[in-house]
């Protein structure tokens, strides 16, 4: 782990500065591509609306759909209340099970060598291929999605937890034993601790594939309100503009949490000390 | 910007261009589909072809009003045959489509399984209903029906779960099953039936007592105002098409057969398709009073925010 030496270390007002500046250049690229956009759509008018709609429209089904009080709006409100309640589910199953999962293959071996290796192929494969399967497994519901949702959220947290309690260093393991941790005692009590910082790496991860593997399953399994059939019925209603919009809020969304996890990654590490504290 | 520009514009005068010269080729879209019988009639006896002379004729088949849209989008399709639904959504979002003329009315039934215990759309709450496709045109008739018995697709937060499940894969679906009921176009409520499941709304209880368009013609209007003269000899074959059905039902039967046997691999059994047959009408009227009620059903399922004018959309 590389950390920064203190005289080479930015001071707290120039970190501050710095996030200011990161923010402000973003403010300033979102405003370059929606001029861009604009531009494209709506000035040169490039393409015909029902292809390429310009920024306004897009808005427009993004009011409508999210706060929007007509009989018929608000429909991306509870659809991405749809989709967060099945993706969290989903998650934290595939948490706990990545967890259990880990431990047993960072304690055994043989099954490290045989799952472990199995895992990172499934891993490979995108997860809207399982989702036939899916369906003719469990049927036309939400429990296919939860399914993929599960299935590829679970990989990267077992993965993650069993090479987290490999690299633990030997000396806290004998630090552990001396201090007369049993087996058990020292996994939870010593080894587990120790590797929080890689599984949070895992959440992470985790998070984005059951996100995406959730949009994926979605897309076929309509029925419910969700973000998947939100972009389903804009194509099938050649509304190209709500099928940006959602396209739009999977993004914030997917990002947001992202960036939640990362928050929490980053001051984890500060706590285990793995990046100086500023 | 202008590096990137210039070649765009360029393209599309070169496209522009070549519009404006008669077109050597028709390109049209269908689905094999009872109520796209005039279609599959034309094209297995060649009566679109020997109209249309030199005009070569590209005949593309899809299995939904989705994927014809979007081609027809992408200026891929010239003329179309498609349920209002599409059309009309089409027309709301400023394609250039144009309606041409009528091809078939009412051939849409509500089947269920036969051990769903379903007798009534009443008892539609809490089951599985499968459609063509979401916002085509049975998509937009279940939603009313369910609208007027006092039930909700689970998406609105009412207990039905509206499924899309391609026509041809509902037999399998209802075997499965995983769908306890569906709304679908003829044959295949036909179909269903000879398997033994229930029709529960026939065309006639559907809708408006079956006085409505299922399948229509459509045509891209730039294409129409470049070619007066290939469309009006395609509508000319098109009229000659649904006079053979209504003249001939035994022979058009049989061609129908033809054409699904290429589409989809699998022949129907005839009595199946008599059954279809006497649940579809074949017209070439255009029923203005009843697309644009249509187009308020679609504002009702939510598909679209406003019903779109569609006076002004008929090609005269």
Redesign the interface.
């Known amino acids: 782990m590389t950390t920064l030496s203190p005289d080479i270390q930015p001071t707290r007002a120039a970190r501050g500065q710095s996030r200011w500046q990161t923010l402000v250049t973003q403010l300033v690229g979102l405003i370059v591509i929606l001029g861009a956009w604009w531009l494209v759509t709506d000035v040169?008018k490039?393409y015909?609306?029902?292809?390429f709609p310009g920024p306004k429209a897009v808005w427009t089904e993004i009011s409508?759909g999210l706060w929007g009080t007509?009989p018929?709006d608000g429909?991306l409100l509870?659809?991405i209340g749809?989709s967060l309640r099945r993706v969290l589910t989903g998650y934290v199953i595939a948490v706990l099970l990545g967890v259990v999962v880990g431990l047993l293959m960072g304690a055994w071996r043989p099954l490290r060598t045989t799952l472990g290796a199995y895992l990172t192929g499934i891993q490979s494969v995108p997860s809207i291929a399982f989702v036939p399967f899916a369906i003719l497994f469990l049927?036309?519901?939400e429990r296919a999605v939860l399914f993929v949702v599960i299935l590829e959220g679970f990989i990267p947290v077992a993965l993650a937890v069993s090479g987290a309690l490999l690299n633990v260093p030997p000396a806290l393991r004998v630090a552990g034993r001396t201090l007369g941790a049993g087996s058990l005692g020292l996994m939870l009590r010593v080894l587990l601790p120790a590797s929080v910082p890689s599984i949070l790496t895992g959440l992470r991860t985790a998070w984005s594939f059951s996100w995406r593997a959730l949009v994926g399953g979605e897309l076929l399994?309509?029925?419910?309100?969700?973000l998947g059939?939100q972009l389903?019925?804009g194509?099938?209603?050649?509304?190209?503009a709500l099928v940006l919009a959602t396209i739009i809020i999977i993004g914030v969304i997917g990002g947001l949490f992202d960036s939640l996890l990362r928050a929490a990654e980053g001051r984890v590490r500060r706590d285990y000390g793995l990046e100086v504290p500023q | 910007m202008t590096r990137l520009?210039r070649p765009?514009?360029l393209t599309?005068t070169l496209l522009t261009t070549a519009a404006a010269q008669d077109a050597q080729t028709v390109r049209l879209g269908f689905f094999p589909n009872l109520t796209h019988a005039p279609a599959l009639v034309g094209l297995e006896r060649g009566t679109f072809q020997k109209a249309l002379g030199k005009v070569k004729l590209d005949a593309r088949e899809f299995v939904?009003?989705?994927t014809l849209?979007?081609a027809f989008?992408?200026g891929q399709i010239d003329i179309a045959y498609v349920g209002p639904g599409?059309a009309i959504?089409?027309a709301?979002?400023?394609?250039p489509v144009q309606f041409l003329a009528g091809a078939s009315e009412a051939g849409a039934v509500l089947v269920v399984r036969k051990d769903s215990g379903i007798k009534s759309y009443r008892d539609l709450g809490g089951k599985?209903v499968a459609v063509p496709?979401?916002?085509?045109t049975q998509d937009i008739s279940l939603r009313h029906i369910l609208n007027e018995n006092g039930l909700k697709p689970?998406?609105?937060?009412g207990t039905v779960?509206?499924?899309?499940i391609a026509p041809a894969d509902v037999l399998a679906?209802f075997a499965a099953k995983?769908?306890d009921a569906t709304l679908v176009p003829e044959p295949w409520g036909a179909a269903l039936e000879a398997q033994g499941h229930k029709v529960i709304g026939s065309e006639k209880t559907v809708w408006r007592d079956g006085k409505y368009p299922t399948t229509v013609v459509i045509v891209n209007a730039k294409f129409a105002q470049a070619n007066p003269q290939i469309v009006a000899a395609f509508l000319k074959a098109h009229t000659e098409a649904v006079a053979f059905i209504n003249r001939s039902p035994a022979a058009a039967q049989t061609a129908v057969n033809n054409q699904l046997l290429k589409a989809t691999g699998t022949k129907l059994d005839p009595r199946v398709l008599q059954r279809a047959f006497a649940r579809t009408r074949f017209t070439t009227n255009l029923d203005l009073a009843a697309l644009t009620e249509y187009a308020k059903l679609n504002?009702e399922a939510?598909?679209?925010?406003s019903a779109p004018d569609l006076a002004p959309f008929i090609r005269k």
Not at chain 2, 92 to 95: A, D, I, L, Q, T
Not at chain 2, 133 to 136: E, K
Not at chain 2, 302 to 305: D, K, N, P, S, W
Request: charged share 15%; net charge positive; glycine share 14%.
């Open positions: 040169l490039l015909p609306p029902y292809v409508y007509g018929q429909k509870s659809a749809g049927g036309l519901n399994i309509a029925g419910a309100a969700s059939e389903e019925i194509r099938n209603t050649a509304n190209v | 520009i765009t514009l599309l939904s009003g989705t849209t979007e989008a992408a599409p959504n089409a709301g979002r400023g394609m599985i496709s979401l916002g085509n689970r998406a609105d937060g779960t509206i499924t899309p679906a995983r769908v504002v939510g598909y679209a925010r």
